[in-house]
């Protein structure tokens, strides 16, 4: 069942054009040709990624965090109690009305004292300061890297001028060292960014994540398969194009750089919508939709990809609503935040006054009011 399997799915009409075979793609005269094999490595590159991360993060963001003077809002705890925090676990961290006025109840406290435990025990489990510029300085650090590596791989390719020569001689082109060592170190980072998802810090599009990347290993995978490897260097590359200064600008946001923030984040704006609303539709996904139709009939394979394309291509739409919406408080002259970010929920003074007096719920801590927020 296993060898019927195998041969199902690498059936030669799944990737490749009629008339054309995987004897076609082996390699001959000094040429060699992209192989599913190879990417058995992103694996263990994957996991090597996160340890190289984990250094960086210990020994270059934390170190450099100071140096910007990145600071961590005092938060107050919530004091320990037994029916509300089960509650908080079992049921929701978000309580309406009527669950509020239950469980005060059943603790012994007020309804105010109930809001603002759960208020204190939300910002309790979000991601601290530090640990958010840390995860900026990694990716910032990788997509900058892979960006200028990205564009020395592809700058003095004929297709990177002339998108029809990504098809030229099509399936039948050779791989470089440049393109492979490219590919793996892309699809490596993009495990390692599946693997820690879970315990990065998570943002409200959280699903959206995890579809990009499954969607880019995927997209990235089959083109490597199919050998739709000077299309994909396009693509990767355009994509790096905007990311590190979205990772920038969060790094000196953190630092309470507003200004910085605020300008970096403009021309990111700018990049992204150029590079994923018009240089992506109208020339990566033209060039991969119309050109390859001159050469041989559409298979599996063309169909695939350029559907892969379009969940890529919605999820851009998706996040460039995003950045118009932050673009328009700039604009307005509000303080720019991550639309995608949980905000950190701050407490009434008056009410931490009292609490802070008389009520059983208090811990002690002196009030810290204040309502600048962090954007992530």
Known sequence: MFQTLYSYFWWERLWLPANLTWADLEDRDGRVYAKASDLYITLPLAFLFLVIRHLFETYVATPLAGLLNVKEKIRLKATPNAVLEKFYAATTKHPKQADVEMLSKKSGCTVR????????????????????????????????????????????????????EVWKGYPIQSMLPSQYWYYMIELSFYWSLLFSIASDVKRKDFKEQIIHH???????????????????????????????????????????????????????????????????????????????????????????????????????????????????????????????????????????????????????????????????
């Not at 997509?143 to 001028?161: C, H, N, R, S, T």
């Not at 307005?332 to 007096?357: C, F, H, I, L, M």
Request: aromatic residues 18%; contains cysteine.
């Open 113 to 164: 004292q109930v809001e603002r435990w759960f208020r204190r025990r939300r910002n309790q489990d979000r991601p601290s300061l530090l640990k958010k510029f840390r995860e900026a300085s990694w990716r910032f650090t990788f997509y900058l890297i892979a960006f200028i590596a990205g564009m020395a791989v592809i700058v003095d390719k004929p297709w990177f001028y002339d998108l029809r």
């Open 214 to 376: 499954v969607a880019t290993i995927i997209l990235i995978s089959f083109s490597w398969f199919a050998n739709y490897i000077r299309a994909g260097t396009l693509i990767m590359a355009l994509h790096d194009s905007s990311d590190y200064l979205l990772e920038s600008a969060k790094m000196f946001n953190y630092a309470g750089w507003r200004n910085t923030c605020n300008n970096i984040f403009i021309v990111f704006a700018a990049v992204f919508i150029v590079t994923r609303l018009v240089i992506l539709p109208f020339w990566i996904m033209h060039c991969t939709v119309v050109y390859p139709l001159d050469l041989y009939p559409a298979f599996f394979g063309y169909y695939f990809f350029n559907f892969m394309m379009v969940v890529l291509q919605s999820l851009h739409i998706f996040w460039a609503y995003l950045i118009i919406r932050m673009a328009q408080k700039f604009i307005t002259g509000k303080v720019v935040e991550d639309e995608r970010s949980d905000r950190e929920e701050t407490d009434n003074s008056e009410e931490e006054e009292e609490a802070a007096k008389n009520g059983p719920l208090s811990n002690g801590h002196p009030v810290l009011n204040n309502n600048h927020r962090k954007t992530d």
